[in-house]
């Protein structure tokens, strides 16, 4: 069975490294890749760029995405996964420091299927971490991908 991989969308260094210690802490199993701005996900998306010649959705089963990225924002990311027949039913999870109501709602409206806080202890984000790697990478079902 191929490892399952997480495609983390964030640009904060420390995010990064406390997700990588979460998700070894809680024993995901899974391949994490980490995009730092909106573009270079899109950029994994489409096997473009230096993800060309790969196809990445083949063993994608979630995405983590930041709102406020540069290059494009997490919102257009979104948006753009949603209009894509290949990715439109992919999970994803916005993960963000950015409680505000019209992110939330943006966030919903646009396709997200969940929305985090990101916890400011380490103890609740790793706690948060590896909730999420069990019910998207054990428990959750995913679709078929578009073609």
Same mark, same amino acid.
């Given at each position: ?30 391949k994490l890749v980490? $995009?730092? #701005?909106?573009?270079?996900?899109? %950029? ?10 790969? +196809?990445? *959705? ?42 505000? $109501?019209? #992110?939330?709602?943006?966030?919903? %409206?646009?396709?997200?299927?969940s929305y985090i806080?990101?916890?400011? +202890?380490? *103890? ?24």
């Open positions: 069975m191929n490892t399952k991989t997480i495609l983390l969308v964030e640009d904060n260094p420390s995010d990064i490294e406390l997700t990588k210690r979460a998700l070894t802490k809680a024993n995901i199993d899974s980490v $995009a730092e #701005d909106g573009q270079e996900a899109l %950029d994994y998306l489409l096997g473009i760029g230096i993800y060309a010649g790969k +196809d990445p *959705l083949s063993s994608l089963a979630l995405i983590l995405l930041d709102l406020k990225l540069p290059k494009v924002n997490g919102l257009e990311v979104l948006k753009w996964i949603r209009a894509n027949e290949r990715t439109k039913r992919l999970p994803v999870v916005i993960l963000t420091s950015s409680s505000e $109501a019209k #992110d939330i709602i943006a966030g919903y %409206d646009l396709g997200a299927n806080q990101k916890p400011v +202890d380490f *103890l609740q984000f790793a706690e948060a971490i590896k909730i999420l790697g069990i019910y998207w990478l054990v428990l959750n079902e995913l679709p078929p991908l578009g073609k």
